[in-house]
């Protein structure tokens, strides 16, 4: 399973693949990267990390959901 970060970049907001120097996709709200983020992933199974403004873990998401290794609903 692939692992990926949403991370705020200077004025851009962007996903990255674990251990890759450039962005998979770029957007200018973190709103826009989450959306592209999940149009993105829908044909990858991996892990997004999705970062606050200063840095600190927000969410985690799996992607295809029924990979998600927790069990719990929501």
């Known amino acids: 399973m692939?692992?990926?970060h949403v991370t705020?970049?200077?004025?851009?907001?962007?996903?990255?693949?674990?251990?890759?120097?450039?962005a998979s996709k770029t957007a200018d709200t973190?709103?826009?990267?989450?959306?592209e983020t999940r149009d993105f992933m829908e044909s990858r199974i991996g892990s997004v990390k999705i970062?606050?403004?200063?840095?600190k873990i927000q969410e985690?998401?799996?992607?295809?959901?029924?990979?998600d290794p927790?069990?719990?609903k929501g």
């Open 30 to 35: 973190k709103q826009e990267i989450i959306q």
């Open 8 to 22: 705020k970049d200077g004025k851009k907001w962007k996903l990255t693949k674990e251990g890759s120097q450039r």
């Open 2 to 4: 692939d692992n990926y």
């Open 51 to 55: 970062h606050k403004t200063d840095g």
């Open 70 to 72: 927790r069990k719990t």
């Open 60 to 67: 985690e998401r799996t992607y295809p959901r029924k990979v």
